[in-house]
């Protein structure tokens, strides 16, 4: 989901999905320029992942995610606007799928494909020119070390790469899909980055189309109970 200022029950489903639409036309015509000027920085194409299979929807992991997004939607109690239940379970779903959708193409794809070439040019331009690679040196030595502990080791393969650009670039875009969500607070946007880290390990492994599913249920989840229920009730400070 998006950065909004109220909670996204209350914006009109049509306004949301323009809002998807232009920000997927503008990062589409941004990787394109990337990719005709750039192409042999993009390291791993994402295209051989568009594919779904069913078991990613009920591996440990996943189900573990989708506890997390029930427990979340029981204690959050987020406001929503005063429209009727259908109008808001309705748009709960909408925006539940857009989201699955659009961010999954985003972040998991163009924004992901994008760092592979921004992270070598802002090497080269924070004095790598002159032989010091302290980019490298941040991403290898405390981004993707760290990256790895909180996950447990899960996305250990995913990570520590070689070339070390593409586990960078990983990390990379899952710190976006996270500011991303800096409307949810500080427990909002670090579940956003570890639900980010997850959802490349399901791309990576089950396709990228299993995790705009397994995004939309984890969205659908908290919002349909978000809609359902009463004004303000949950825990205040996760509102």
Request: charged share 10%.
């Amino acid at each position: 989901m998006k950065k909004h200022k109220t909670s996204p029950l209350d914006i009109p489903a049509g306004l949301m999905f323009l809002s998807y639409l232009l920000e997927g036309v503008i990062a589409l015509v941004g990787f394109g320029i990337l990719w005709y000027f750039g192409r042999e920085y993009i390291l791993v194409d994402v295209r051989r992942y568009i594919k779904f299979d069913a078991t990613g929807l009920f591996v440990p992991p996943t189900l573990i995610f989708f506890g997390c997004a029930a427990l979340w939607a029981i204690i959050s109690g987020r406001s929503y606007s005063h429209e009727s239940k259908p109008v808001l379970v309705g748009r709960a779903l909408w925006l539940s799928a857009n989201a699955g959708f659009w961010e999954e193409l985003l972040y998991r794809g163009l924004v992901f494909m994008s760092a592979m070439v921004f992270i070598p040019l802002s090497t080269f331009l924070l004095l790598g020119f002159a032989g010091l690679n302290i980019v490298n040196w941040l991403y290898q030595s405390i981004s993707v070390p760290v990256s790895n502990f909180f996950t447990l080791g899960l996305m250990h393969a995913h990570i520590f790469t070689n070339p070390w650009v593409v586990g960078a670039a990983l990390v990379s875009a899952a710190g976006k899909f996270s500011d991303a969500h800096a409307y949810l607070g500080l427990i909002g946007r670090i579940n956003s980055w570890f639900a980010g880290v997850f959802l490349f390990w399901i791309m990576f492994n089950y396709g990228m189309i299993t995790g705009m599913v397994i995004h939309f249920i984890y969205d659908a989840t908290i919002l349909v109970v978000a809609a359902l229920r009463p004004k303000n009730v949950g825990i205040s400070w996760l509102r």
